[in-house]
């Protein structure tokens, strides 16, 4: 094999010097000095979510074709989703579904004439 012959590396500048860079700029503009904004510590010390704004999980599951294409053709006749079928059979028999969940969102915008 034969070796191919990579370009250097550009020396990527620090980010202290990058924020002086920035800071000398800004005043000769006359703006504020640049400053980075802190980072909270950690995702824990976050002020947790509430009720209203749960987080959002993704959940898959594999069933047979038969069963996917009643779900595709029930959630198409009836103006849905497949996941607000499956939602509202989940608050059927005693989950508690957010109302969120049992909404379709409103379909997406497309381009073109159909």
Partial sequence: MSSKALKPAIARPLAREALAAADAVAQQVGLPPAAIAPRPLSP???????????????????????LGDQLAD????EGTTQKVLVC???AAVGFDVHPEDLRAPPPPR?????
């Fill in 88 to 90: 509202r059979a989940l």
């Fill in 44 to 66: 824990i010390s976050a002020a947790p979510a509430t009720s209203t704004e749960e987080e959002l999980v993704q959940v898959n599951i594999r069933v047979r074709r038969g």
């Fill in 110 to 114: 497309r381009r073109g004439s159909s």
């Fill in 74 to 77: 029930r959630a198409r006749t």
